[in-house]
C-alpha cells in the first residue's frame, strides 16, 4: 500500500540547472507534506513542507509546489549545487490527527554533476 | 545545535536475542517516534510516543516491539526476539509539537540479524 509514491529512482542534473523531485500520493487526508535530504550514514534532515491549504511555500533555492486536486508535489531546487546530491523523501502526515506517523516515499537519489 | 543522539550506531546479534535500541531527543521537545529502514526501501513509520505512552503505532510495531522512556531523557526501543527481517536501519526522531511533521532525526542504529 504505497499511499506516497516517488516514481523516479534517481535523477542527474547539470549543476547550476534545475532540479525537480516528483512526489504523487494518493490519501486525500494528508494535512501536511514535507521533503527529507539524507545523506549516506546519516538520518533524515528536514529542508521544506507545505500545508495542504497551500499550493507554494518557497525557503531560499528550494519551492515546493501542491497540486491537490491531482495529487502530486513536487520540490524544486534552483540553482543546483554539488551539495544537494543526496537521497530525497517526499513524505505526509495528519491523516490520522494527533502524533501520528510520517507516510514517506521510497526516495529518490539526486546526482549533481559538475 | 540540539540534536538527536542514537546508540549504538551499529549492532550485530544473533536470531532470538533481545536488542535495545537507546536515543536521546532533543532536550525540549515532547514528541518521541522510531522509524525504520530496510535495505533499498521506504522509512517506515514504527511508534509515536507522547506524555509517557504510545500515541500511534503501525502494523509493523508487533508484541515484540516496545518504547520506553525510563529516566526522561533517554528514549529506548526494545525487541524482544529478534528476526532476520528485523534487520534494518532504527531512526530515532523528535518533535516539539505534532502538527507539521517536522521532525529531527538521529543518524541511525544498523541492526544486523544473523
Known amino acids: 500500500d504505497q499511499q506516497v509514491k516517488q516514481n523516479s529512482p534517481s535523477l542527474r542534473v547539470q549543476e547550476g540547472r534545475i532540479s525537480i523531485l516528483n512526489c504523487d500520493y494518493t490519501?486525500?487526508?494528508?494535512?501536511?507534506f514535507l521533503w527529507y535530504k539524507k545523506y549516506p550514514a546519516e538520518g533524515p534532515t528536514f529542508l521544506i513542507s507545505i500545508s495542504s491549504i497551500k499550493d507554494k511555500n518557497e525557503d531560499g533555492r528550494f519551492t515546493v509546489f501542491l497540486n491537490k486536486s491531482a495529487k502530486h508535489l513536487s520540490l524544486h531546487i534552483v540553482p543546483s549545487q554539488p551539495g544537494d546530491s543526496a537521497v530525497y523523501f517526499c513524505a505526509a502526515g495528519g491523516a490520522g490527527g494527533g502524533a501520528d506517523g510520517l507516510t514517506f516515499g521510497k526516495g529518490t537519489h539526486l546526482i549533481i554533476q559538475p | 545545535e540540539p540534536e538527536v543522539t542514537q546508540t549504538p550506531s551499529h549492532q550485530v546479534t544473533q536470531m532470538g536475542q533481545e536488542v535495545i535500541l537507546r536515543c536521546v531527543p532533543i532536550s525540549n521537545h515532547l514528541y518521541f517516534y522510531w522509524y525504520r529502514q530496510i535495505l533499498g526501501q521506504k522509512v517506515e513509520f514504527l511508534v509515536s510516543f507522547y506524555n509517557n505512552e504510545i500515541s500511534e503505532k503501525s502494523e509493523i510495531f508487533d508484541d515484540q516491539f516496545s518504547v520506553e522512556r525510563p529516566d526522561g531523557s533517554n528514549f529506548t526501543l526494545k525487541i524482544r526476539s529478534t528476526k532476520l527481517e528485523d534487520s534494518a536501519m532504527y531512526f530515532c526522531a523528535s518533535s516539539f509539537g505534532a502538527d507539521t511533521g517536522e521532525l529531527f532525526f538521529g543518524e541511525g542504529s544498523r541492526l544486523t540479524v544473523l
Open positions: 490519501n486525500s487526508m494528508f494535512d501536511y
